[in-house]
Nanobody
Framework: QVQLVESGGGLVQAGGSLRLSCATS????????MGWYRQAPGKQRELVAV??????SNYADSVKGRFTISRDAKSTAYLQMNNLKPEDTAVYYC???????????WGQGTQVTVSS
């Protein structure tokens, strides 16, 4: 099984920045993509950014131009979040895509709170 550990969240004022990290470990044979999701209170979990093997990335419209996803050779994913807004407040989770699809294991997430 794959273990995912997110970190880097915190409390920040609107307009500020945070950098999230997601470390992976366990039985990983192939990672085709890595993604960051978020879940705000009372809302469904949503995909905000994904990076595929080869480096191309996609973003939700709500974060485009403000968030940047990256990944290093050790399959650690990062999410650089700039110009944060109160509506970005959520628990952020990462996940991976293998040849069988999105993983079913989730980490504990990391809380991001943006004050106005």
């Amino acid at each position: 099984q794959v273990q995912l550990v997110e970190s880097g969240g915190g409390l920040v004022q609107a307009g500020g920045s945070l950098r999230l990290s997601c470390a992976t470990s366990g039985s990983i044979f192939s990672i085709n993509a890595m993604g960051w999701y978020r879940q705000a209170p009372g809302k469904q979990r949503e995909l905000v950014a994904v990076i595929v093997d080869g480096g191309s990335s996609n973003y939700a419209d709500s974060v485009k131009g403000r968030f940047t996803i990256s990944r290093d050779a050790k399959s650690t994913a990062y999410l650089q979040m700039n110009n944060l807004k109160p509506e970005d407040t959520a628990v952020y989770y990462c996940n991976i895509v293998t040849p069988t699809g999105w993983g079913t294991n989730w980490g504990q997430g990391t809380q991001v709170t943006v004050s106005s």
